[in-house]
T-cell receptor
Framework: AQSVAQPEDQVNVAEGNPLTVKCTYS??????LFWYVQYPNRGLQFLLK????DNLVKGSYGFEAEFNKSQTSFHLKKPSALVSDSALYFC????????????WGLGTSLAVNP | DTAVSQTPKYLVTQMGNDKSIKCEQN?????MYWYKQDSKKFLKIMFS???????INETVPNRFSPKSPDKAHLNLHINSLELGDSAVYFC????????????FGPGTRLTVT
């Protein structure tokens, strides 16, 4: 079965510290992986994607994500967290056999404390 | 220059009513989607249209009916509204080639009383 897991409902980090939001996936074939961010009362915004190539992908707002095929993971990272990074983060993988359908994780709420 | 826009932003209505939400995208994308986000923030795909053709139709009550007059517009009509329909509904669009990342509208918060 195709799935995305975000094992942490909430992540708390102090401003200036590095942050990691975890994501693991299960899909057949080569995965197309995405991270989105949702600020309060807003729509989802695309952050970054992994398709192929370098396992470290850089995206918007200083975020990056590391693809690990053996661990089937795609963790979101940022070297130095900002209070303004506090939001809900979603990981998604493109469904095998349906290019247009994304399988979504349940989301991880990130709180960056000043 | 909003890429994906939805109207209305807020919708408060009574049980049993019929309502519509409209979505428009100016990105030139071929595929559009409707998602429902519940109070726990879980995101669920409902429908998708590609060039006015329905391509994703998840398990959704048939009170929900999407309509796509052209590839830039996707509307959602809901009949006989129920309390459980209260949620935020998001429209999204994606290009029909490449990596298919989706771009989302600001959402419509539907409250059924």
């Amino acid at each position: 079965a195709q799935s995305v897991a975000q094992p942490e409902d909430q992540v708390n980090v102090a401003e200036g510290n590095p942050l990691t939001v975890k994501c693991t996936y299960s899909v057949s074939g080569n995965p197309y992986l995405f991270w989105y961010v949702q600020y309060p009362n807003r729509g989802l915004q695309f952050l970054l994607k992994y398709i192929t190539g370098d396992n470290l992908v850089k995206g918007s707002y200083g975020f990056e994500a590391e693809f690990n095929k053996s661990q089937t993971s795609f963790h979101l990272k940022k070297p130095s967290a900002l209070v303004s990074d506090s939001a809900l983060y979603f990981c998604a993988v493109r469904a095998a056999g349906n290019n247009r359908k994304l399988i979504w994780g349940l989301g991880t709420s990130l709180a960056v404390n000043p | 220059d909003t890429a994906v826009s939805q109207t209305p932003k807020y919708l408060v209505t009574q049980m049993g009513n019929d309502k519509s939400i409209k979505c428009e995208q100016n990105l030139g994308h071929d595929t559009m989607y409707w998602y429902k986000q519940d109070s726990k923030k879980f995101l669920k795909i409902m429908f998708s249209y590609n060039n006015k053709e329905l391509i994703i139709n998840e398990t959704v009550p048939n009170r929900f009916s999407p309509k796509s007059p052209d590839k830039a517009h996707l509307n959602l009509h809901i009949n006989s509204l129920e309390l459980g329909d209260s949620a935020v509904y998001f429209c999204a669009s994606s290009q029909d080639r490449g990596t298919y990342e989706q771009y989302f509208g600001p959402g419509t918060r539907l409250t059924v009383t």
